[in-house]
């Protein structure tokens, strides 16, 4: 009797523990990254030779089809921080590997993917069973009354409750690694944005230096015309004015440089990076944008609005779990012990679960239908945002290709020819010298203005071709902020 009295109360204990190894769900995948699609920066390619622009050679920098610069971004994300840029001018390549080892956004970007794991391989644990001794109606007719020795107590999670929560954290996790993409393209995006800032300040302040030569040398013009009676003291003054401003906004160009620089240095993640010369061309080398073709391709490939419908398959996912909470889990309990006033072994048996009379998780589930709501709302939002953003920076390129275009084929070239005439007439003497120092600073200063419109088409198309994602150093968010379902001492 006391052989068939312990058999069954250890089959129970055991089938106890069966059945809660039974729901022991596996680990949680580890997902991927998402590969770089087509709107992730390529490898770079290009050509090592020298280009010439405005009347300077710089070395060629590797560029994406259509002109725009491009870099190798590693798939991981980051590359080992020993890297260290090759000698010479530093190229778009270099100073994005820099910024990929560096960039402390992408370190908070890849947290959240591993906050995300944890959670599903959390959520997805079965509770612990629970083993006790207990005694009952002890000192009962003088005796040591009712003793259980051993007793073990499990809850089996129904419903297949388990798997959903493990399955909406796995989601999450995907959340964050579309949002650690979406960082990397920033990051990327953002210091291409201010490579060309660099560059163009670059020859900002070499053209400043030339019109402060060519100021100084009319001074040096007036004073000698000054003294032959062919000018007067107000023209003298009028030169010395001109070329001491000449010389302040070289001093100035000169300070904007380095303001540049340390925006640049900033987005790489070494602020104490040397100010060194940047490898690389301004002007368009490729074909012109389609504005269709752009816009079809952010909103397929954007980040954000990848992001926006995983979302909508985490809340769905969310809803579903929230539903099944109602459905009772059961907790089995049995355990084997001696009554000693009757001096026989005994043993327990139970079987619980909560009746859901009251409490169904009526709330819950309504708070996660309105959730699901609001993200369905988020991907319509989201297009339409893309769409609205996209207009004003294509907006930005054209006005900019178009100013470009009409400085290169039309007012440069024939400031340039007016200046090769006017030294003719020089040499023939039909000219007088002050007129050739008027052209040359009319070359200066349309090369000026050329260069802040080639500035600002760069800056348009890194924004157009990087899908709009171009501040390099705006802390990502987290995927899934903190709320009542996400609050619980258990996340489900």
Same mark, same amino acid.
């Given at each position: 009797?006391?052989?068939?009295?312990?058999?069954?109360?250890?089959?129970?204990?055991?089938?106890? *523990?069966?059945?809660?190894?039974?729901?022991?769900?596996?680990?949680?995948?580890?997902?991927?990254?998402?590969?770089?699609?087509?709107?992730?920066?390529?490898?770079?390619?290009?050509?090592?030779?020298?280009?010439?622009?405005?009347?300077?050679?710089?070395?060629?920098?590797?560029?994406?089809?259509?002109?725009?610069?491009?870099?190798?971004?590693?798939?991981?994300?980051?590359?080992?921080?020993?890297?260290?840029?090759?000698?010479?001018?530093?190229?778009?390549?270099?100073?994005?590997?820099?910024?990929?080892?560096?960039?402390?956004?992408?370190?908070?970007?890849?947290?959240?993917?591993?906050?995300?794991?944890?959670?599903?391989?959390?959520?997805?644990?079965?509770?612990?069973?629970?083993?006790?001794?207990?005694?009952?109606?002890?000192?009962?007719?003088?005796?040591?009354?009712?003793?259980?020795?051993?007793?073990?107590?499990?809850? *089996?999670?129904?419903? /297949?409750?388990?798997?959903?929560?493990?399955?909406?954290?796995?989601?999450?996790?995907?959340?964050?690694? *579309?949002?650690?993409?979406?960082?990397?393209?920033?990051?990327? $995006?953002?210091?291409?944005?201010?490579?060309?800032?660099?560059?163009?300040?670059?020859?900002?302040?070499?053209?400043?230096?030339?019109?402060?030569?060519?100021?100084?040398?009319?001074?040096?013009?007036?004073?000698?015309?000054?003294?032959?009676?062919?000018?007067?003291?107000?023209?003298?003054?009028?030169?010395?004015?001109?070329?001491?401003?000449?010389?302040?906004?070289?001093?100035?160009?000169?300070?904007?440089?380095?303001?540049?620089?340390?925006?640049?240095?900033?987005?790489?993640?070494?602020?104490?990076?040397?100010?060194?010369?940047?490898?690389?061309?301004?002007?368009?080398?490729?074909?012109?944008?389609?504005?269709?073709?752009?816009?079809?391709?952010?909103?397929?490939?954007?980040?954000?609005?990848?992001?926006?419908?995983?979302?909508?398959?985490?809340?769905?996912?969310?809803?579903?779990?929230?539903?099944?909470?109602?459905?009772?889990?059961?907790?089995?309990?049995?355990?084997?012990?001696?009554?000693?006033?009757?001096?026989?072994?005994?043993?327990?048996?139970?079987?619980?679960?909560?009746?859901?009379?009251?409490?169904? $998780?009526?709330?819950?589930?309504?708070?996660?239908?309105?959730?699901?709501?609001?993200?369905?709302?988020?991907?319509?939002?989201?297009?339409?945002?893309?769409?609205?953003?996209?207009?004003?920076?294509?907006?930005?390129?054209?006005?900019?290709?178009?100013?470009?275009?009409?400085?290169?084929?039309?007012?440069?070239?024939?400031?340039?020819?007016?200046?090769?005439?006017?030294?003719?007439?020089?040499?023939?003497?039909?000219?007088?010298?002050?007129?050739?120092?008027?052209?040359?600073?009319?070359?200066?200063?349309?090369?000026?203005?050329?260069?802040?419109?080639?500035?600002?088409?760069?800056?348009?198309?890194?924004?157009?071709? /990087?899908?709009?994602?171009?501040?390099?150093?705006?802390?990502?968010?987290?995927?899934?902020?903190?709320?009542? *379902?996400?609050?619980?001492?258990?996340?489900?």
């Amino acid at each position: 009797m006391r052989a068939r009295v312990r058999a069954f109360v250890f089959g129970v204990s055991f089938a106890a *523990i069966a059945a809660a190894g039974c729901v022991t769900p596996d680990p949680p995948r580890r997902l991927r990254p998402p590969a770089p699609g087509p709107g992730a920066l390529a490898p770079a390619t290009g050509d090592p030779g020298a280009s010439t622009s405005g009347g300077q050679t710089t070395p060629a920098v590797a560029t994406l089809p259509g002109g725009a610069p491009a870099g190798v971004v590693p798939a991981s994300g980051v590359v080992p921080a020993s890297f260290a840029p090759a000698a010479g001018p530093l190229t778009v390549a270099d100073l994005e590997q820099l910024a990929l080892a560096h960039n402390p956004t992408l370190v908070q970007a890849a947290t959240f993917i591993d906050a995300a794991r944890g959670k599903a391989l959390q959520a997805g644990l079965p509770f612990n069973p629970t083993a006790g001794i207990a005694g009952e109606q002890i000192g009962a007719d003088r005796t040591g009354g009712e003793w259980t020795f051993f007793s073990l107590q499990q809850q *089996i999670v129904t419903g /297949g409750k388990l798997r959903l929560s493990r399955l909406k954290y796995e989601q999450e996790a995907e959340l964050a690694e *579309i949002q650690a993409h979406a960082q990397r393209l920033k990051v990327v $995006n953002g210091l291409t944005a201010a490579y060309f800032d660099v560059l163009a300040a670059q020859r900002t302040v070499e053209n400043h230096r030339r019109l402060s030569e060519n100021a100084e040398e009319a001074v040096k013009t007036t004073q000698q015309l000054l003294n032959l009676g062919q000018a007067n003291q107000q023209d003298l003054l009028q030169a010395q004015v001109e070329a001491s401003q000449a010389r302040v906004a070289v001093r100035n160009a000169e300070t904007r440089l380095r303001q540049d620089w340390v925006h640049l240095a900033t987005l790489v993640g070494v602020p104490d990076l040397p100010l060194q010369p940047l490898a690389g061309q301004l002007e368009p080398d490729g074909p012109a944008l389609n504005r269709d073709e752009s816009l079809a391709r952010l909103l397929q490939e954007s980040p954000e609005l990848a992001f926006a419908v995983a979302k909508v398959q985490q809340d769905q996912t969310q809803l579903r779990r929230e539903r099944r909470e109602p459905i009772p889990n059961v907790t089995v309990r049995g355990g084997v012990g001696y009554n000693y006033e009757t001096r026989n072994p005994v043993a327990e048996v139970g079987l619980s679960l909560p009746v859901p009379v009251f409490d169904r $998780n009526q709330g819950t589930v309504r708070q996660a239908a309105a959730d699901l709501a609001r993200s369905q709302a988020e991907v319509t939002r989201v297009q339409l945002d893309l769409q609205r953003r996209f207009a004003d920076a294509f907006t930005r390129y054209q006005t900019a290709r178009e100013e470009v275009e009409n400085f290169r084929t039309e007012a440069l070239p024939k400031a340039r020819k007016a200046v090769e005439l006017y030294e003719e007439q020089l040499k023939a003497r039909r000219a007088a010298f002050p007129q050739v120092l008027v052209a040359r600073r009319t070359v200066y200063q349309l090369n000026e203005e050329y260069n802040k419109s080639l500035t600002q088409f760069r800056r348009a198309e890194v924004e157009v071709r /990087g899908l709009l994602l171009v501040d390099g150093l705006t802390a990502p968010s987290n995927p899934t902020p903190p709320g009542h *379902i996400n609050a619980t001492p258990r996340p489900r």
